[in-house]
């Protein structure tokens, strides 16, 4: 018997494809896009903190400068001091926060009845709620104006969070409209199976599942109703009830604007809404993003 001798296979070496010019130059004017609209984003915060820190000298001269060589901390000073600017800012926590709240609660109802509930007309309700959202506020302050005079909710709380708690529905009824739509039926059933009621489920397991949509839909309803400016002017009189926006249009005088103090307070008020959407980043490029999506 003769040995053979077995010899392992040459591997062919696979040629790598060359990469194109092209796609290099797409990426590159990609990235150079990405930095123009970050910087766009960017800029004019940086711009705004900056200018909180510089002298009314530095910020009146016919050479803006983004940075003085005497940076100072009297702005600040300023709006917590003579301004009392913490007024402006616990009335905007009052009426802001309150208003989120009972309209989470609400929409959460809507969307539940709206995607669950055999009711007639469904498609109607959505699309007059989104539509009713679309009219300009400017159209709607004269009515809302007299209805608050009728109810005597004039400059108070009670008045300007109602009206807050109705601009922002509609946008929190489609945001959690769309995830809960996304959540299977069987979930019901099996809940229904085990004895939960239509609450019951709606606590327990759907709101549990849809908490990317809710967080988003509670941060859009925050942060609009934070930065609200005219009808919180309209349907406010007194610095007892006027909130952040408001407090801020007061600063300016009859012959000066005060520039720093300005930049100081919208620096103040910016670093919550920033902080929130660093906290729930997560939550809210999932609840952007997954509604859409029908299983």
């Known amino acids: 018997?003769?040995?053979?001798?077995?010899?392992?296979?040459?591997?062919?070496?696979?040629?790598?494809?060359?990469?194109?010019?092209?796609?290099?130059?797409?990426?590159?004017?990609?990235?150079?896009?990405?930095?123009?609209?970050?910087f766009a984003s960017v800029g004019p915060f940086i711009w705004q903190a900056l200018s909180s820190f510089q002298?009314?000298?530095?910020?009146t001269s016919k050479t803006p400068v983004l940075f003085s060589s005497d940076m100072t901390m009297s702005h600040y000073a300023n709006i917590f001091g003579e301004r009392h600017f913490?007024?402006?800012?616990?009335?905007?926590?009052?009426?802001v926060v309150s208003a989120t709240l009972v309209a989470l609660v609400l929409?959460?109802?809507?969307?539940?009845?709206?995607?669950?509930?055999?009711?007639?007309?469904?498609?109607?309700?959505?699309?007059?709620?989104?539509?009713?959202?679309?009219?300009?506020?400017?159209?709607?302050?004269t009515p809302l104006y007299l209805v608050m005079i009728e109810l005597n909710l004039l400059d108070t709380y009670e008045g300007?969070?109602?009206?807050?708690?109705g601009l922002?529905?509609?946008?929190?009824?489609?945001?959690?409209?769309?995830?809960?739509?996304?959540?299977?039926?069987?979930?019901?059933?099996?809940?229904?199976?085990?004895?939960?009621?239509?609450?019951?489920?709606?606590?327990s397991i759907i709101l549990p599942l849809a908490a990317p949509g809710v967080v988003t839909a509670g941060l859009l309803g925050f942060i609009a109703n934070w930065n609200e400016f005219m009808l919180a002017l309209s349907f406010t009189s007194s610095q007892q009830r006027q909130t952040i926006p408001?407090?801020?249009?007061?600063?300016?005088?009859?012959?000066?604007?005060?520039?720093g103090d300005m930049a100081a307070a919208s620096v103040v008020v910016t670093i919550p809404?920033?902080?929130?959407?660093?906290?729930?980043?997560?939550?809210?490029?999932?609840?952007?993003?997954?509604?859409g999506v029908k299983e």
């Open 1 to 38: 018997m003769t040995a053979t001798t077995l010899t392992a296979p040459t591997r062919t070496p696979v040629a790598r494809r060359p990469v194109r010019t092209g796609s290099r130059v797409r990426r590159g004017l990609f990235g150079i896009l990405v930095v123009l609209i970050a």
């Open 55 to 59: 002298p009314d000298s530095s910020l």
């Open 86 to 95: 913490q007024d402006f800012i616990l009335n905007s926590v009052i009426v």
């Open 107 to 141: 929409a959460a109802a809507c969307a539940y009845a709206l995607t669950r509930l055999p009711l007639p007309g469904k498609g109607l309700v959505l699309a007059v709620s989104l539509g009713l959202s679309m009219f300009p506020q400017i159209s709607i302050v």
């Open 160 to 165: 300007l969070s109602g009206v807050y708690i």
């Open 168 to 203: 922002s529905l509609p946008l929190m009824i489609f945001v959690i409209y769309g995830h809960f739509r996304s959540i299977p039926f069987e979930m019901d059933e099996a809940a229904s199976i085990d004895g939960a009621g239509r609450i019951r489920t709606l606590v």
């Open 246 to 259: 408001v407090g801020i249009a007061n600063f300016q005088g009859q012959y000066f604007i005060p520039w």
């Open 273 to 291: 809404l920033v902080a929130l959407v660093l906290i729930f980043q997560r939550k809210l490029v999932a609840g952007i993003t997954a509604g």
